[in-house]
């Protein structure tokens, strides 16, 4: 089939970028353009001795009269271009920009401009063909191939404008291969409204409402033109088409931008770079991209990255992550992900943040399926190690680790802080609950502290929970606590010949075991089922040390919150702190929604609400999210003591005084211990004689790696328990009887 060349006058060119069959009665083509130019620059004709200068200085135009200009037009440094449409020029004065070593002079010089506005003071040159483009003030576009936005551009939203066909939507295949998690992507999009429209798939009303907020959210008339905010810089560039810029964007060397929208301003500015491929997407503010990255169908929460040849197809990037040299396809990312090295591939996954994807993963394989309708779901904190393979559908607890290896089959993992290990020699599958807590809590509270510290987010629509002791990560350890003690009760009820016990009872003795009997424990190989898709066994290890773990993490969490009421509270007790809790004090349940966790009741009440057309736009929902935000404190402490209260089977009238500021007691213990195990758990790295052996002695070692006992966060970890010895101690004077 031959290529459809069609032509029409030359004095046509630069009109009816609006077919008039799509404009409003009255409205002429400019309509659109003149609402969205807001620089307030009055423009007028030329005058003879400015059509002169232009004339001698090799510009040519279709109309001299539909070149308008402001009063401080200075002709002289408009030179060697070609004018089509209405185009209208702001202030240009003789100066020279500066920006990042570029310095480049005020004005207009060997270009093709068609139908466009420009701001005051503007760089633009060697632009090959420039066309319907509303340009800020002191923006400088240099060395592009083509700028250009048609009229039916949509920026990277999944909506449709008049007259076009729905088989031209574009849908954002999230979380499964097959398309049937498919999400549309929009503007403003936060990492809560991906997750809930590509879960609840069973309710086809709710599923309706979103494409109806999105729908609602963006006008669908044609002829809107792109736009370039203040102060961006864009050059060495070939093809940018229908995409809109935020103001002080960088983009350098992109080979191809088109159909995107790049948020961008001065709390946040965003980066694109060298070979850059970009189509069909949304970047939120402060994004980067750099170094042949490629990203397709696709949505950037605002500082994320994509570095060094990334590539980002059907999925959602959630807030200050990262990806980098690695390819990710169909998946929807949580805040707080990193992902750096080249041979790792993550796909058809929803991983909800604050995760670390190791070199060599590969996590997706269908080999289990016999079509590309695998999944993969992991809680906060997923972190699969170096050459880790993965099959869906598989499921994991929060912050589990994975060791080195090739995982033959799904898993389904219910222990949270647990290290996996795939035991070719003996083929089993080895979990260690809580292994975080026992063995590395340098890297569990660092990354904590690094987490918080990295959220560059201006507008924080959504609260993100980064401590690793939240409702979620409780609720799960509450779930592994109980499995721990049906599966001890059933290993020493089989050892015992009692097999005929109920698993209750089981549950009853093996609860008994692991409380007060250390050595028995350790001599059971207790084994689960439902773990893995084999019929091989999976072991639990240190079952004995990983229950009183997980106590202690509750202890931890629910005295931490009490201690934050207190803090914050007007009352002459303790108990007193309380009174406004729900006196059932009974723990729920809560969902993760893309980082922010909200009560699952609250989450059912929103989902209902916008069925029933009680909360009707994305803006709505938005509010919603900030709302649990201002609940969320409260709602944490009430299941914080609902924790402490069924951990230790205690009633409300337990509550005293005395038996709080005995909790505080605990929590001062544990946290001594927690500061000495970050220290302990670091130190390892400076006594193990293999990680030494590089090192001709420790002075060189030292100088390497710096001196432990000036390590930044441990400095600050010894510094906080010595104020929260201080801080304990006032709360005892205050609230001791």
Request: charged share 25%.
């Amino acid at each position: 089939m031959k290529n459809v060349i069609g032509k029409s006058p030359v004095n046509q060119l630069g009109y009816n970028f609006v077919d008039k069959a799509y404009l409003p009665a009255g409205a002429d083509e400019y309509y659109l353009r003149n609402i969205q130019n807001k620089s307030g620059i009055a423009y007028r004709q030329l005058t003879a001795f400015e059509i002169e200068v232009l004339v001698r200085n090799r510009n040519t135009s279709d109309d001299w009269n539909k070149l308008l200009v402001s009063d401080n037009f200075t002709p002289e440094l408009v030179k060697n271009c070609k004018f089509f449409g209405l185009v209208r020029i702001g202030k240009l004065t003789p100066l020279y920009l500066d920006f990042s070593d570029l310095k480049v002079p005020v004005g207009l010089y060997n270009s093709t401009i068609i139908n466009s506005d420009f701001g005051d003071n503007v760089v633009i040159d060697n632009v090959n063909y420039l066309a319907n483009y509303i340009i800020g003030n002191e923006v400088i576009v240099i060395n592009v191939n083509e700028l250009a936005t048609s009229n039916h551009a949509k920026f990277g939203n999944g909506i449709l404008k008049e007259g076009e066909e729905e088989s031209v939507r574009i849908w954002m295949e999230i979380s499964n291969e097959n398309g049937g998690r498919s999400v549309l992507p929009f503007n403003g999009m936060q990492p809560g409204d991906a997750y809930m429209w590509s879960k609840y798939r069973d309710d086809k009303k709710l599923l309706e409402k979103f494409k109806l907020f999105t729908e609602k959210r963006f006008d669908k008339k044609r002829g809107y033109y792109g736009k370039i905010g203040d102060r961006t810089v864009i050059k060495n560039t070939s093809i940018i088409k229908d995409v809109w810029i935020g103001s002080d964007a960088y983009i350098k060397g992109a080979n191809k931008l088109k159909n995107l929208t790049i948020n961008s301003g001065i709390e946040g500015r965003t980066q694109i770079g060298e070979g850059c491929e970009m189509v069909n997407g949304i970047m939120s503010d402060g994004c980067r991209a750099f170094y042949g990255v490629k990203a397709v169908r696709f949505v950037m929460a605002s500082h994320s990255q994509l570095k060094y040849g990334a590539r980002l197809i059907n999925s959602y990037l959630g807030n200050n992550a990262t990806i980098s040299c690695c390819e990710v396809l169909n998946s929807l990312i949580f805040p707080a992900h990193e992902q750096h090295h080249n041979n790792s591939f993550l796909t058809a996954s929803t991983i909800m943040g604050q995760s670390n994807i190791a070199a060599g993963a590969t996590i997706g394989s269908n080999h289990n399926s016999r079509g590309a309708d695998g999944e993969l779901v992991a809680g906060r904190g997923f972190w699969p190690g170096l050459c880790v393979s993965l099959k869906h559908n598989s499921k994991f607890a929060s912050f589990n680790i994975l060791a080195k290896g090739d995982y033959p089959a799904e898993l389904n993992i219910p222990f949270p802080f647990a290290l996996i290990s795939n035991e070719v020699a003996t083929d089993k599958l080895l979990i260690m609950p809580a292994y975080w807590t026992m063995y590395n809590m340098y890297a569990l509270a660092r990354n904590t502290w690094k987490y918080v510290d990295r959220d560059k987010r201006v507008e924080r629509i959504q609260h993100i929970e980064y401590d690793y002791l939240a409702p979620d990560t409780i609720n799960e350890i509450f779930e592994a606590i109980y499995l721990l003690e049906i599966y001890t009760g059933k290993a020493y009820c089989a050892n015992q010949g009692k097999e005929n016990l109920t698993q209750k009872q089981q549950q009853v003795i093996g609860k008994k075991l692991l409380e007060t009997d250390e050595l028995t424990v350790n001599e059971l190989a207790i084994t689960i089922p439902n773990i893995e898709n084999s019929s091989r066994n999976v072991e639990i290890l240190k079952p004995y040390n990983a229950y009183h773990a997980y106590k202690k993490m509750i202890v931890h969490y629910a005295a931490n919150q009490l201690l934050f009421s207190v803090e914050n509270s007007t009352q002459n007790s303790l108990v007193g702190c309380m009174d406004t809790l729900n006196e059932k004090y009974k723990r729920n349940q809560w969902t993760n929604i893309g980082g922010q966790l909200i009560p699952t009741k609250q989450l059912e009440l929103l989902k209902k609400e916008i069925v029933q057309d009680k909360i009707s736009s994305w803006q709505q929902v938005h509010q919603f999210y900030a709302h649990q935000t201002k609940e969320y404190q409260q709602q944490k402490l009430a299941h914080a003591m609902a924790a402490i209260i069924e951990l230790e089977n205690l009633k409300k009238a337990d509550l005293t005084d005395s038996w709080l500021l005995n909790l505080f007691d605990r929590l001062l213990a544990i946290k001594t211990e927690i500061t000495h195990n970050i220290y302990a758990s670091r130190a390892k790295d400076y006594t193990n004689e293999f990680r030494k052996m590089t090192y001709a002695n420790d002075a060189e070692m030292t100088a390497v790696l710096g001196d432990l006992n000036d390590n930044s966060f441990i400095i600050l970890q010894q510094k906080e328990l010595a104020a929260f010895k201080k801080k304990m101690k006032a709360i005892k004077a205050k609230f001791a009887q």
